[in-house]
């Protein structure tokens, strides 16, 4: 069964960009648990660049490396969050936190 992407007014959950985050919902992204794939400190960085907007990113960077995590953390593949983000066309902003975060 096919169905077409919903698009403009005829999406179901409309997408939200200005949102703002608070310091108790991006903390809460600390307590995350990972597979037992994933390193946890890897797998709370990457979660927390796919779900929030570079503001928000930006303060939960200063939270994970108060927390003591690891901001070089790599996956199973070997590649650290930098890496990944660079690869991605419009991460220019996430790429430039991590960096300013001491990421390499």
Do not use: C
């Amino acid at each position: 069964m096919s169905t077409e992407k919903k698009t403009g007014a005829n999406r179901t959950q409309p997408a939200v960009r200005d949102e703002w985050w608070s310091d108790e919902r991006v903390k809460s992204f600390l307590a995350l648990e990972s597979s037992q794939d994933e390193t946890p400190d890897f797998h709370i960085l990457q979660k927390a660049y796919r779900g929030m907007v570079p503001e928000a990113f930006s303060r939960f960077i200063s939270f994970f490396i108060e927390e003591g995590k690891n901001l070089n953390e790599r996956n199973k593949q070997g590649e650290t969050l930098l890496q990944i983000v660079s690869a991605h066309r419009n991460s220019e902003e996430y790429a430039e936190i991590l960096k300013a975060a001491g990421a390499e």
